[in-house]
Structure formats: structure tokens, C-alpha cells
RNA sequence: GGGUCCGUGGCGCAGACUGGAUAGCGCGUCGGCCUUCUAAGUCGAUGGUCGAGGGUUCGAAUCCCUCCGGACCCGCCA
């Protein structure tokens, strides 16, 4: 119990409650007994409520509460100092804080780095997150996607499961082929910025050209049949696209005019990008190339901003070689083509998700309360969907894991629902209920509606470099003393740090408004803020130097004030807060904790003072509890993928 | 239209899964603290019918129902 402070010294009043409750011959479940921390600091460290408990036995919850604190008395205790009543009915366990400053100092000094993790079962994992289609930068929500997916992965690792981290490639889309089309339009016109930038600007552009022709020719359609109504409403959609192609003009004219004229003057280039992407599935060599170039470009870029935030994959799954041309894509549908969960209509093969849903009684588990709406596995072209292609990887992601967790924005609840019900109709229903799809809410912008479609999003390039051009300004006004490279390094972890920050520290399921301010934060509950105490703690203890390890024993009665019992107790929990945020998959959990212990670590910073200490024992004490807090800081912020300075 | 999620001081959030003691934090505004380890810090003041209404309970921000508001989904897109 060495690696969880905390943690014991809740097993501890849990041993005395359940010993008392049991002399009491009041019977109880284990998980009725819940120890809570009180929301005032003077009822003690943990409290139990005996109300539940006391109302099924029949008695009082005062007296009972009363008998367990007598009881408690003559309980073996370790780091448990007193037990009081308290509040009509509370049990108010207190810590002894000598006893446990000794252990947690001792635990995060001996176990270092390893502090907060665990063994674990080392649980196969794999998460798969980011995964952007290669048709343009990573915005700002996709951002969201890879800070959500890397903290979940560190938080797992960190609660001892055997993770890996995958990036699919979803090459075999009608976008990518869309993209890929306009892509072979450009011709000899001069290619400039970053890669994955110029993807989403061909696929833009390409994506307006086709929807105006197209649209246009719609409403010739609908006036010359007299839908006046109709057409007027086309004509807005068309406003629109008009809108967003003359922005894109005005960015690359020649590339634009190049790509739009050869759209505009082609018969149906609906029907081209079809035949693209058809001639891809089966392979040939001409759409490869194309395709695959187009791919690669994009994903160049992908890596380029991974790297700057520290995020990293252990495997990137290309769509194509996993599902189509492994065939495994079409075995799939073979499979439930063979079930009486598929019909073909009209040429396309058809998944009944309602019928699956009522025959494995799935209608209840997963909460639907309506029809599931079918799902279409297979194109009267003979092409397959996304979805599709989506079961055959998840069968691929099972022979290489116990466990798969895919990190998806929560609009592609359906389609991941339908995945789990594909699963239960090959027969796969075990994998089904081992698979968790992670959503997440999206991330809005003030204004407008992002739409890679337009060409309009703010990418997640932009925000860092961004947020390192202000986090520059700061440093330079607070610490002109430094040396220009070291300003522009601080400035970039800073920078860099709180936009992980402002993307982690909300919960999953809360959309997101972006707004500068509020992702640019340099103040309180950021990541400078938690930046900042940690290269105090560093500083500290560069003034110390090492010789203090070796003058003696710490004292570790002298931490008697409130301050430094505070942030010990927060330093013990660090343990119990990441098995929880693992068990619940929830890393803002990581980022909440971490700040709460920043705020303490200051108040200790202000009020105790540690280098000026006189007493040697007292001294070595507070050095070891501001060594302890380093340490804690850089593991937290590693488990959010945030660097720690030494100074700022 | 149907379904899912969200709604907590002027703004941004935590607490909800597992009901428990006067609902926490940050920003903002106003006023303090640098001859003491980095003031990206800290102290105080200000500010809340926890969207509304019912219900369950000894006890509800938390569970249930209805309604209101917002987002998302309901494609031979992903």
C-alpha cells in the first residue's frame, strides 16, 4: 500500500468502521460504506455518514455514529489520529499527520517518477484517437480529439495497462477521393506552405467548385419546372458556397482557377471522383498514386504538428491495406450477408440494425429508445462505407488487444452504435461490449460553423503558434533577466502547455466555444499557473543544493501548519486520483488535481518559508515536502502532456 | 418530428456516475501584500431561486417526470 498514502489511510478507517459496525451486529454491504472528505477541514480528512446505515438497523443515526467513535477507541491505529462524532450523525476520521507525512514523503521520495502509477493487469489496450481525415489540417476540434486521446493513453499507461496508440487513416473516403480528384487539377502550379495546409485548401476548393456546379444546375432544374419556393432556397444554399469560394480565391488565385475551371468545363465530376475512388478500392495503380500522394502529404503535416505537442503513435492504420485490399472489408459483409440481419435492395447490401438490436436484447443496454436506423454496408457501385470498413478494423484492433477504446467526436454516436451492433451480428458480441467509444463535444467557434467543406476552420497550427507568440510577450515582460533562447523556449512549452491545458481541463462531454482568451489563459488555472509553481519548487531546491540530503534526519513533526498538512494530503491522493480518472476515463480529473494542488503548494510558498528555516530537522522536512510536490507536479503534467520548467 | 447530451454568480468551469454537513474555483470589478526561497503568486471585498415546475427521500445541484433553451444525430458522407 507503500505507492498509495491516501489510499491507506482510507483502508484504515474503512478496517475501523467495518470492525465497529460488526460488534454493533449491524449488518452492511460492502459498498455501502462510503468515506467522503468533508467539506469543512475541521471535520476531519474523511467522513463516513451513518444515516443509511442507521435508518435500515433501526437506531438513531447520532447514537450510532456515537457507538462507532466509542468503539473506534480501541481500534489499532497507524494513520488514523482521532475519530470524532460530529454534525448529528457523521463518523470524522483524522488523519495523523506525522505519520502520514513520513509515508508520503517517503512513498514519492523512494518511488520517484513512478509515483502514481501502478502495476495494474497490463490489460492490452488500444486507444485510437486524432485519426483526421487527410483532406485537411487538424483544426481546433480535431485538436480536442488528440489532447482527449494522448492524456487518456498516459493515464492508462500510467494505471498499468499495456497501451498502444493508433492513428487510422481513413483513405478510402469519398472526400479523400474528392480531394485527391481536384488534387490531379492543379497541374504545374507553384505548391507553397505547410502540406496538409495545401490539402485543405485543394479540398475546399474543390469541394465548392463541384457543390456551386452541381447547385446550379439545380436550380435551372427546379425554375424550369416552376418550384420557385425551392429554388429560392437552393439559391441561398448557393450564396453560401459562392461566399466561401471567393475567400478561398482570394488565398491562391491560380491554384483556385486552375482547379475550379477544370470542374466547371467537366460533364459530371460526380462520377469522376466515384470512378476515383472505385478504381482505389480495387487497387490501381494510377488512383493509388494519386491518392496515396495526396495521403501522404497531409499526414506529413499531421506529424509535423504532433510532434510539437508531444504527441506521439505507436502504429498508423491505412484503411485500404486493412479493409479493402486485405479484402477483409468484404469478407465482413459476406459474414452478415450470410445472417438474416442483411438484405439487398436495389443492389446495395443492407444492414437491419433494429432487428439486430431486438434479437440480442441490445435495446435496453445501450439505452435506445427509438428504431435504429439501418445501416448501409455496401454501394450499388459495389464500393464499401465507412462503417464497413470500420468493423473489419475493429476486428483487426481485437487481434492485437483486450480492450479498444476509440476517441470519436460524439456526432458519430450512430455510426459507432451500429458498429457494436454489426458486432453482436457476427457473432462478435463479446467484442462489442469490450470496445468503448470515447465521444467527445465538439468545438465551436464565436460567429460561425467550421466546415472543412469551406475552407473555413481555425487549425490547431495556428492556435499554438498563437498562443507561443503570446506566451513570448509574457516572458519577455516578467522575465527580461533571461537569455533570448531560453525565453523562446519557455515561451513555447508555455504556449504550448496551455493550449493542451484549455483543450483537457474540460469534460469530455461540454462543448466548447473557442475563443482567444479563453485558451490564451496566462492567469490562474492554466498551465503557466501550474508551469510557474513548478520551477518555483525547482528553484528552491537549486538553492538548497544537495547537501541537505545528507545532514540528517527530516523532522517530519515539524510540518505542523496547516499548509504544509494540506499539501501533503493532496501530494498522498495523487495515487487514488489517477486509478480513478483510468477507471473512469476521465483526464480532466488529472488537470482539476493538479491545479487544486498548485493552489496549495502556493499558499505553503507564501506562508512557510523553507531555505531560511533554522531548525536542521525542520529544514531537511520542508526541502524534502518541496522535492515531493516537484515531483508530483512533473507527474501530473507529464500524465497531461505537459512539460515541466525548471525555471520561467 | 423523434432521440442523445448539456444548462451551476456578468463570463469560463468543478461538484452529478456512487444523494449527505453553510454549493467550490478561476476570470472580471473594487481594495491590500514584493529590504524574506521567482508577484505568471497571494489576501480581502463583490457576486448564486444550481434553466423552470413537480416527484422520491430523514436529506436533492446530484435520482425520476414534465416543460423551456442550446448543441449534436436521424445519408449509397465520415
Not at 167 to 183: C, E, N, P, R, T
Not at 284 to 312: M, P
Not at 614 to 640: D, Q, S
Request: charged content about 30%; hydrophobic content about 40%.
Amino acid at each position: 500500500m507503500d505507492g498509495n498514502p491516501f489510499g491507506a489511510f482510507r483502508e484504515e478507517c474503512l478496517s475501523i468502521l467495518r470492525d465497529a459496525l460488526g460488534e454493533e451486529g449491524v449488518a452492511i454491504t460492502e459498498g455501502e460504506i462510503k468515506l467522503t472528505v468533508p467539506p469543512d477541514p475541521s471535520h476531519g480528512n474523511l467522513s463516513f455518514s451513518t444515516h443509511t446505515t442507521a435508518r435500515r438497523a433501526g437506531v438513531e443515526p447520532r447514537a450510532l455514529a456515537d457507538r462507532i467513535v466509542e468503539r473506534a477507541k480501541d481500534a489499532q491505529k497507524r494513520l488514523v489520529a482521532k475519530v470524532e462524532g460530529a454534525g448529528g450523525g457523521y463518523v470524522n476520521f483524522f488523519i495523523n499527520e506525522t505519520e502520514f507525512a513520513e509515508l508520503t514523503l517517503n512513498s514519492i521520495t523512494s518511488m520517484g517518477k513512478d509515483y502514481g502509477s501502478s502495476k495494474g493487469n497490463g490489460e492490452k489496450v488500444i486507444v485510437e484517437h486524432t485519426s483526421v481525415n487527410p483532406i485537411h489540417p487538424i483544426h481546433i476540434g480535431g485538436a480536442r480529439n488528440a489532447v482527449i486521446g494522448d492524456c487518456l493513453s498516459r493515464i492508462l499507461k500510467a494505471a498499468g495497462n499495456d497501451v498502444r496508440r493508433h492513428f487510422y487513416i481513413d483513405d478510402v473516403g469519398l472526400q479523400v477521393a474528392q480531394a485527391s480528384y481536384g488534387f490531379g487539377k492543379i497541374g504545374g502550379v507553384a505548391r507553397e506552405g505547410k502540406s496538409d495546409h495545401l490539402i485543405g485548401f485543394i479540398y475546399a476548393t474543390t469541394s465548392c467548385a463541384m457543390n456551386i456546379k452541381a447547385l446550379r444546375a439545380e436550380i435551372e432544374r427546379l425554375k424550369s419546372k416552376g418550384k420557385d419556393e425551392d429554388a429560392r432556397q437552393k439559391i441561398m444554399e448557393l450564396d453560401d458556397w459562392v461566399g466561401a469560394a471567393s475567400d478561398l480565391r482570394a488565398k491562391n488565385e491560380k491554384m483556385f482557377d486552375a482547379i475550379s475551371g477544370s470542374i466547371m468545363s467537366t460533364e459530371d465530376p460526380e462520377a469522376e471522383v466515384a470512378g476515383l475512388l472505385r478504381r482505389y478500392e480495387e487497387r490501381h495503380k494510377e488512383a493509388v498514386r494519386l491518392i496515396r500522394g495526396l495521403s501522404e502529404l497531409a499526414l506529413a503535416g499531421f506529424k509535423e504538428t504532433l510532434r510539437r505537442v508531444d504527441i506521439e503513435f505507436d502504429s498508423w492504420d491505412w484503411e485500404s491495406e486493412l479493409a479493402s485490399w486485405s479484402g477483409e472489408a468484404d469478407k465482413v459483409v459476406e459474414r452478415l450477408s450470410r445472417t438474416d440481419f442483411v438484405k439487398v435492395e436495389e443492389g446495395t447490401v443492407i444492414l437491419d440494425a433494429e432487428l439486430t438490436a431486438k434479437r440480442f436484447n441490445l435495446k435496453e443496454r445501450y439505452g435506445i429508445k427509438t428504431e435504429v436506423p439501418p445501416l448501409t454496408l455496401k454501394r450499388s457501385d459495389g464500393t464499401t462505407l465507412y462503417t464497413t470498413r470500420d468493423i473489419a478494423y475493429t476486428l483487426w484492433k481485437f487481434e492485437r488487444a483486450d480492450r479498444v477504446i476509440n476517441v470519436i467526436s460524439i456526432e458519430q454516436r450512430l455510426p459507432q452504435l451500429q458498429l457494436k451492433l454489426a458486432l453482436y451480428a457476427l457473432g462478435e458480441g463479446e467484442m462489442a461490449e469490450r470496445l468503448t467509444h470515447f465521444s467527445y463535444e465538439l468545438v465551436h467557434l464565436p460567429g460561425y460553423k467550421m466546415s472543412g467543406r469551406r475552407g473555413r476552420y481555425v487549425t490547431f497550427d495556428d492556435v499554438i503558434d498563437e498562443a507561443v507568440e503570446r506566451a513570448y510577450r509574457e516572458v519577455s515582460v516578467r522575465s527580461p533577466h533571461l537569455s533570448e533562447e531560453e525565453r523562446k523556449g519557455i515561451s513555447e512549452l508555455v504556449g504550448v502547455g496551455s493550449v493542451r491545458y484549455a483543450l483537457i481541463a474540460v469534460a469530455s462531454n461540454k462543448p466548447i466555444t473557442f475563443t482567444w482568451e479563453r485558451v490564451l489563459n496566462f492567469e490562474q488555472n492554466s498551465a503557466p499557473f501550474i508551469q510557474y509553481s513548478h520551477a518555483r519548487a525547482s528553484n528552491i531546491l537549486l538553492k538548497a543544493e544537495g547537501g541537505w540530503r545528507e545532514g540528517g534526519t527530516p523532522d517530519y513533526g515539524s510540518l505542523n501548519t496547516k499548509y504544509e498538512h494540506d499539501l501533503i494530503v493532496r501530494l498522498g491522493s495523487f495515487p487514488e486520483t489517477v486509478e480513478e480518472a483510468a477507471r473512469t476515463l476521465r483526464p480532466e480529473m488529472i488537470a482539476e488535481y493538479t491545479n487544486d494542488m498548485v493552489s496549495k503548494f502556493n499558499l505553503f510558498y507564501d506562508n512557510v518559508p523553507v531555505l531560511k528555516t533554522k531548525e536542521g530537522g525542520a529544514r531537511r522536512a520542508r526541502l524534502r515536502l518541496v522535492e515531493a510536490t516537484k515531483t508530483v507536479l512533473a507527474n501530473a503534467l507529464w500524465l497531461i502532456g505537459i512539460e515541466a520548467p525548471a525555471r520561467m
